[in-house]
């Protein structure tokens, strides 16, 4: 059997998704017309043998109660949300709650998902390669653009073997262009050798000779961390591997991010699951209308567009790249282009809401912002105006055309 376990963090790390993590925890902010977590969840769900899903993290429960019982009814699957009472690292949680992820039904497999990330989740793929090559756990690689690679965590792989021979986090200069996806496969016994290096951590803390300086130095050891305490010392030793994933795969750090991993996303279920996409002469592309969304039939829509329930587009609007949220209103002849509108937002009749585009991933610069536009919740935006490459806060009214801003 197998269980899986999403990293979900807490609000503290939440701040790049203001204004719109204001209104709903960043990881149930909507992608692609689900919760950014449903998607691993559907993916767990989808392993024959899962017995039940972990959330880890530092969340109030209530935050998370109704989606998490609306998403195991859903997927008939467990799910349980695991409160970490203080900041524990990625590797901290895991290792503090070892019995509990152990417990009942003997997992034979245990998924480990990063909650802010996007892929197809390959998971029985992943499952396969794991044991094939037979070592205590087994890490998902991409490769990504040599600028970016060390934005995450850096692999080095024995292209016969399959082990990893090397990891840096975030390294300063280059180390490798297969990077990790915070995707992981670990057998029970991953357990015992996380506690040993724990302890081996522990001692080499006092030692100045440490082979390792990067994981003592300024080390409060409240904390584990995966990749610096874990995957780093056990680099080379015969116990991980890495499974090469070549599908699609991209980090949502920030509210803007969800617009492209949408993208990726629909493209996706374009082929695993068409029907969720809407048809239709005004639809371009893969598109998600809510069911009780109203949308003008001179409307056009598309693609890689999501709109939310109880949402009402008027006539000759148009739609591109954009998330659309519940109860929003567009008015006549108004375009939003690579933007995202909050819940109950309003854009007035011949109004032009734009972002500018940027695929490449990090550019969270704040200075010189270009990127999605983004309207908090109950923001408004008069007829007649043009917003481009803007924030705007929740419940802002706009009067005049703004642009290259972030509108207090
Ligand atoms: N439960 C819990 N407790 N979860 C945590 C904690 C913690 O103390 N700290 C982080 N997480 C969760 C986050 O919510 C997120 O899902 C995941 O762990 C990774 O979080 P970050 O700490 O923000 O790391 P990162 O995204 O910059 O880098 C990590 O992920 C990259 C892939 O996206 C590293 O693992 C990189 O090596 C990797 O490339
Ligand atoms: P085309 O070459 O005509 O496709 O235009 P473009 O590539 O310069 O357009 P852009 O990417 O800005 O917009 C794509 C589509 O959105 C266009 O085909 C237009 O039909 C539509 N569009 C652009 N701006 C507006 C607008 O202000 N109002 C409305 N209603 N539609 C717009």
């Known amino acids: 059997t197998s269980k899986a376990i999403i990293l979900i963090g807490g609000p503290s ?16 902010f909507p992608v692609a017309g689900k919760p950014m ?14 017995k039940e899903i972990l959330l880890i993290g530092f969340f109030k429960e209530e935050q998370l109660k109704d989606f998490i019982q609306q ?3 859903q997927l008939n699957v467990p799910i349980r949300y695991i409160n970490e009472e203080k900041v524990l690292g990625t590797a901290g949680g895991l290792y503090h709650f070892r019995d509990i992820i152990l417990s009942s039904d003997n997992p034979e497999s245990i998924f480990v998902l990063h909650s802010d990330v996007c892929c197809s989740f390959p998971l029985e793929e992943l499952q396969q390669f794991h044991q094939k090559y037979k070592r205590h756990c087994t890490i998902m690689g991409t490769q990504v ?8 965590g850096c692999l080095v792989r024995d292209e016969n073997t399959a082990e990893l021979l090397h990891f840096a986090e975030k390294p300063e200069t280059f180390v490798s262009s297969l990077i990790n996806c915070g995707v992981y496969c670990f057998s029970p016994s991953f357990f015992d050798v996380m506690g040993k290096t724990m302890v081996d951590l522990r001692a080499s803390n006092v030692n100045i000779n440490s082979d390792y300086p990067e994981i003592t130095r300024n080390r409060n050891l409240e904390t584990l961390r995966l990749e610096q305490d ?8 015969g116990t991980i ?10 980090q949502i750090k920030n509210a803007g991010s969800s617009v492209y991993c949408q993208e990726l996303y629909l493209n996706h279920y374009a082929k695993t699951k068409p029907e969720i996409l809407k048809k239709g002469d005004n639809i371009i592309g893969n598109v998600i209308i809510d069911p009780s969304a109203e949308v003008d039939p001179t409307a056009i829509i598309g693609p890689d567009v999501y709109i939310g329930p109880n949402v009402k587009v008027g006539k000759g609007v148009r739609i591109i790249h954009s998330i659309v949220l519940d109860s929003t209103i567009i008015k006549d002849h108004a375009c939003v282009i690579y933007s995202i509108l909050g819940w109950s937002s309003e854009v007035g009749l011949w109004t032009r809401v734009e972002g500018i585009p940027n695929y490449t991933p990090f550019l969270y610069s704040q200075e010189k912002r270009k990127g999605i536009t983004i309207f908090g919740s109950g923001a408004q935006a008069n007829g007649e105006i043009i917003v481009r490459n803007c924030i705007v806060m929740p419940h802002k009214q706009l009067d005049r055309s703004y642009s290259n801003e972030i509108i207090l």
Request: contains cysteine.
């Open 37 to 50: 977590i449903y998607h691993h969840i559907e993916a767990c769900s989808k392993v024959p043998s899962m």
């Open 13 to 28: 790390k939440g701040t790049r998704f203001r204004p719109l993590s204001l209104d709903i925890p960043k990881l149930l």
């Open 145 to 152: 653009a040599k600028e970016y690679a060390n934005q995450y």
């Open 71 to 73: 998403t195991s009814k």
């Open 230 to 237: 874990i995957f780093v010392p056990l680099a080379g030793t």
């Open 241 to 250: 591997s890495v499974f090469p994933y070549q599908g699609f795969w991209r």
